[in-house]
């Protein structure tokens, strides 16, 4: 069955699903690049996810959407997706110390790398993926590309929606928006929704069902004034509840757990952005300004059973709580009709930015001190691009971006570091345009990820006078910076009057002191240890593969998708922290293939069904263990009415009820009934779900 589907998304080609439309498909628009740019001009491998994936699956998160884009992964070990990985490249966790993400996530253009919690779906437009570095767009945190979520804009009509979801393991959701005029210059929204659901796990020691459930508020409200026709203000304010349970993992690798603490994953944030767009005579002006503020609590009940399971009495808690303050400010010029360069061949946007990051973490363990440290960073830079028409049909793109990170972190243990560094990155690109709408294109592009400190390790160092063992944490108590070029070569074409849209790149990354996630065991108090999670740099890596995507508008009834990705990853001269030498082996979370294939049907009297079917290789789940995932298949159905003012839709996902896993720990001992002998345990992705979701607009 596996082998049949996957060689069925490749004849199909492969695609991220755009709206519905009769006719012809509907021209998408990425916003997330210097300048809002047709998807099929972009000349870099990007995915864009609509309302209608959204609508028709369900989904309240962007776990529930994401791997339909080709190459794109997420890990577990959270409540929801939170860290993202892209070709193969981004992070898997969080605990004591300091991220740099490899995968930028901007909400509104408001920086939320790292937290990646607040990906709720309510009245968002779209979802973007930029896939490889970012340099020139965003700098250190999208090495490995970029993550754009943009909610829905108000409208100059008055705009009302309901929207109520109900379905099985509790969940039940309520949103509302309104939108509309509030004078001929002044435009409004508003959205607000609450969701809730018991989750996917059961506690047997508890008696209950709902120590995993979800417990998440989305709301938006944006204003638009326009009090000329060359300029117009956005202000837009967010404000994101997710108050969720943690209670993962199971002494016996299912869905039921023995926890007497369940954990919790909470992030509450706030963020406020102003943006403005202004046409001057010989130049555009776009100013953005954002403010986020964030409170984050991730804790887990460590033995993962109640008191007395063990023998010898174990039992203990772990909890970490961040505060971080974030703040940016970014000023773009950009060419009009009237300024550009070289007898009028060449655009160019020139720009600043500004970033500042505070964040305070307050770690309370069983078996260790009170910990707490502060991690402020202050990044400024410099980005330009220049667009020049060297023919009629050959276009170069040259972007560069100069970037100076600030860092200063401290702790209750008297450990600081305070380094300042110069980075860069940039982009070349040669764009051909021949008959038709089509665009042949290459590229190379430079990414970076920022140096770091491994605040833990540095604490630990002052509780050990083995030799051996100082010599040891040092070596892993600070990490370099991290390099990435990436050359790509692609196709984007519009066929059939309209009616097919395909692209296609083909990529090789090659990376540089290349970061990776490992774990060293410190020996506790009374014979208990501690994992202390660190970062460092394996010699060199890299990452090459395919991306395939195609939407045909087979008749004026149906719609036919699909994607394909393809991944090879590999180590070189990397030996982990056990010694073992990883040379050659892939990189964690980068399956060798990923797929989504697709169809929707519109039937008489406004009904539809659409059904989709997803899956991926096999993959390591961790650089410092040799444990996999399994390759799946994801079956995901929807059928629905939509008429003016009114739609109903019955949709499930997962329809298969296959497990599937999301996050796995290897070499870890934790169950007293083999001896404490190490075994792996997995994290297992959503099961089966299914609902109902009705709307009313007017």
């Given at each position: 069955?596996?082998?049949?589907?996957?060689?069925?998304?490749?004849?199909?080609?492969?695609?991220?699903?755009?709206?519905?439309?009769?006719?012809?498909?509907?021209?998408?628009?990425?916003?997330?690049e210097?300048?809002?740019?047709?998807?099929?001009?972009?000349?870099?491998?990007?995915?864009?996810?609509?309302?209608?994936?959204?609508?028709?699956?369900?989904?309240?998160?962007?776990?529930?959407?994401?791997?339909?884009?080709?190459?794109?992964?997420?890990?577990g070990?959270?409540?929801?997706?939170?860290?993202?990985?892209?070709?193969?490249?981004?992070?898997?966790?969080?605990?004591?110390?300091?991220?740099?993400?490899?995968?930028?996530?901007?909400?509104?253009?408001?920086?939320?790398?790292?937290?990646?919690?607040?990906?709720?779906?309510f009245?968002v437009?779209?979802?973007?993926?930029?896939?490889?570095?970012?340099?020139?767009?965003?700098?250190?945190?999208a090495?490995?590309?970029?993550?754009?979520?943009?909610?829905?804009?108000?409208?100059?009509?008055?705009?009302?929606?309901?929207?109520?979801?109900?379905?099985?393991?509790?969940?039940?959701?309520?949103?509302?928006?309104?939108?509309?005029?509030?004078?001929?210059?002044?435009?409004?929204?508003?959205?607000?929704?609450?969701?809730?659901?018991?989750?996917?796990?059961?506690?047997?020691?508890?008696?209950?069902?709902?120590?995993?459930?979800?417990?998440?508020?989305?709301?938006?409200?944006?204003?638009?004034?326009?009090?000329?026709?060359?300029?117009?203000?956005?202000?837009?304010?967010?404000?994101?509840?997710?108050?969720?349970?943690?209670?993962?993992?199971?002494?016996?690798?299912?869905?039921?757990?023995?926890?007497?603490?369940?954990?919790?994953?909470t992030?509450?944030?706030?963020?406020?952005?102003?943006?403005?767009?202004?046409?001057?005579?010989?130049?555009?002006?776009?100013?953005?300004?954002?403010?986020?503020?964030?409170?984050?609590?991730?804790?887990?009940?460590?033995?993962?059973?109640?008191?007395?399971?063990?023998?010898?009495?174990?039992?203990?808690?772990?909890?970490?709580?961040?505060?971080?303050?974030?703040?940016?400010?970014?000023i773009?010029?950009?060419?009009?009709?009237?300024?550009?360069?070289?007898?009028?061949?060449?655009?160019?946007?020139l720009?600043?930015?500004?970033?500042?990051?505070d964040?305070?973490?307050?770690?309370?363990?069983?078996?260790?001190?009170f910990?707490?440290?502060?991690?402020?960073?202050?990044?400024?830079?410099?980005?330009?691009?220049?667009?020049?028409?060297?023919?009629?049909?050959?276009?170069?793109?040259?972007?560069?971006?100069?970037?100076?990170?600030?860092?200063?972190?401290?702790?209750?243990?008297?450990?600081?570091?305070?380094?300042?560094?110069?980075?860069?990155?940039?982009?070349?690109?040669?764009?051909?345009?021949?008959?038709?709408?089509?665009?042949?294109?290459?590229?190379?592009?430079?990414?970076?990820?920022?140096?770091?400190?491994?605040?833990?390790?540095?604490?630990?160092?002052?509780?050990?006078?083995?030799?051996?063992?100082?010599?040891?944490?040092?070596?892993?108590?600070?990490?370099?910076?991290?390099t990435?070029?990436?050359?790509?070569i692609?196709?984007?074409?519009?066929?059939?009057?309209?009616?097919?849209?395909?692209?296609?790149?083909?990529?090789?990354?090659?990376?540089?002191?290349?970061?990776?996630?490992?774990?060293?065991?410190?020996?506790?108090?009374?014979?208990?240890?501690d994992?202390i999670?660190?970062?460092?740099?394996?010699?060199?890596?890299?990452?090459?593969?395919?991306?395939?995507?195609?939407?045909w508008?087979?008749?004026?009834?149906?719609?036919?998708?699909?994607?394909?990705?393809?991944?090879?990853?590999?180590?070189?001269?990397?030996?982990?922290?056990?010694?073992?030498?990883?040379?050659?082996?892939d990189?964690?979370?980068?399956?060798?293939?990923?797929?989504?294939?697709?169809?929707?049907?519109?039937?008489?009297?406004?009904?539809?069904?659409?059904v989709?079917?997803?899956?991926?290789?096999?993959?390591?789940?961790?650089?410092?263990?040799?444990?996999?995932?399994?390759?799946?298949?994801?079956?995901?159905?929807?059928?629905?009415?939509?008429?003016?003012?009114?739609?109903?839709?019955?949709?499930?996902?997962?329809?298969?009820?296959?497990?599937?896993?999301?996050?796995?720990?290897?070499?870890?001992?934790?169950?007293?009934?083999?001896?404490?002998?190490?075994?792996?345990?997995?994290?297992?992705?959503?099961?089966?779900?299914?609902?109902?979701?009705?709307?009313?607009?007017?």
């Amino acid at each position: 069955m596996k082998r049949t589907l996957f060689y069925t998304s490749i004849y199909l080609a492969l695609a991220s699903p755009s709206i519905f439309a009769a006719q012809q498909l509907e021209e998408i628009v990425v916003r997330g690049e210097l300048r809002e740019t047709p998807l099929l001009e972009a000349s870099s491998s990007i995915s864009v996810l609509g309302d209608a994936i959204i609508s028709e699956r369900g989904a309240q998160q962007l776990e529930e959407i994401l791997k339909v884009a080709p190459n794109v992964n997420f890990a577990g070990g959270t409540s929801r997706a939170r860290y993202f990985q892209i070709r193969g490249v981004g992070d898997r966790s969080q605990f004591e110390n300091p991220l740099n993400p490899s995968v930028g996530l901007l909400v509104d253009r408001i920086d939320f790398s790292g937290i990646g919690s607040i990906g709720t779906l309510f009245d968002v437009e779209q979802v973007e993926v930029l896939r490889g570095p970012q340099g020139t767009l965003h700098g250190a945190n999208a090495l490995a590309g970029l993550i754009n979520i943009t909610s829905k804009a108000p409208t100059a009509d008055p705009y009302y929606h309901l929207e109520g979801t109900a379905g099985d393991y509790g969940t039940y959701g309520l949103g509302a928006v309104a939108s509309g005029p509030i004078t001929d210059k002044l435009l409004y929204r508003l959205a607000v929704q609450q969701f809730n659901s018991d989750g996917y796990q059961d506690n047997s020691f508890l008696n209950t069902d709902d120590t995993a459930d979800r417990d998440e508020l989305t709301s938006r409200a944006r204003l638009r004034w326009s009090p000329l026709e060359a300029h117009q203000f956005d202000l837009g304010i967010t404000y994101i509840d997710v108050d969720n349970g943690y209670d993962a993992f199971s002494l016996d690798n299912n869905r039921t757990t023995r926890s007497d603490e369940p954990g919790k994953d909470t992030q509450e944030s706030l963020g406020v952005t102003v943006h403005s767009y202004s046409e001057f005579q010989r130049f555009d002006l776009q100013t953005a300004f954002a403010y986020a503020d964030s409170d984050i609590l991730y804790s887990f009940d460590l033995d993962w059973t109640f008191d007395g399971f063990h023998p010898d009495g174990y039992t203990g808690f772990d909890e970490y709580k961040r505060k971080r303050k974030s703040a940016s400010s970014e000023i773009r010029l950009l060419s009009n009709d009237e300024s550009r360069l070289f007898n009028d061949r060449s655009d160019w946007v020139l720009g600043f930015y500004f970033l500042r990051n505070d964040e305070d973490l307050d770690r309370t363990y069983t078996f260790a001190p009170f910990f707490s440290a502060e991690n402020d960073t202050k990044t400024y830079a410099l980005f330009g691009q220049l667009d020049t028409r060297l023919t009629d049909r050959l276009t170069l793109v040259t972007g560069l971006r100069w970037e100076d990170r600030k860092t200063d972190y401290s702790d209750n243990n008297a450990v600081s570091f305070d380094p300042d560094d110069d980075m860069w990155g940039g982009r070349i690109a040669l764009e051909y345009n021949f008959a038709g709408n089509s665009m042949v294109y290459g590229a190379v592009s430079r990414g970076y990820r920022a140096f770091g400190v491994n605040g833990a390790i540095l604490a630990n160092l002052r509780t050990t006078d083995d030799p051996e063992v100082i010599s040891d944490l040092q070596a892993i108590s600070t990490f370099d910076e991290e390099t990435l070029i990436n050359y790509e070569i692609g196709l984007k074409t519009l066929a059939l009057d309209g009616r097919l849209t395909a692209r296609v790149a083909v990529f090789y990354m090659d990376r540089e002191e290349q970061q990776v996630s490992g774990s060293i065991v410190i020996p506790l108090e009374d014979g208990v240890t501690d994992f202390i999670g660190y970062t460092s740099n394996a010699a060199e890596g890299e990452n090459y593969g395919a991306e395939f995507e195609v939407d045909w508008l087979a008749t004026d009834n149906l719609q036919l998708w699909g994607n394909l990705g393809l991944l090879k990853t590999e180590f070189e001269e990397y030996i982990n922290e056990f010694g073992e030498d990883l040379s050659g082996r892939d990189q964690a979370y980068a399956p060798a293939y990923q797929y989504s294939i697709g169809a929707r049907y519109d039937f008489p009297l406004d009904t539809f069904a659409r059904v989709e079917i997803e899956g991926m290789d096999d993959f390591y789940l961790s650089d410092d263990h040799n444990e996999e995932s399994d390759a799946y298949d994801l079956v995901n159905a929807a059928v629905g009415i939509e008429r003016e003012g009114w739609s109903l839709i019955l949709w499930g996902r997962n329809l298969a009820d296959k497990d599937y896993i999301v996050r796995g720990f290897g070499n870890f001992g934790n169950d007293p009934r083999n001896g404490y002998v190490t075994e792996p345990y997995y994290q297992y992705g959503e099961p089966r779900v299914y609902g109902v979701t009705g709307t009313l607009t007017f």
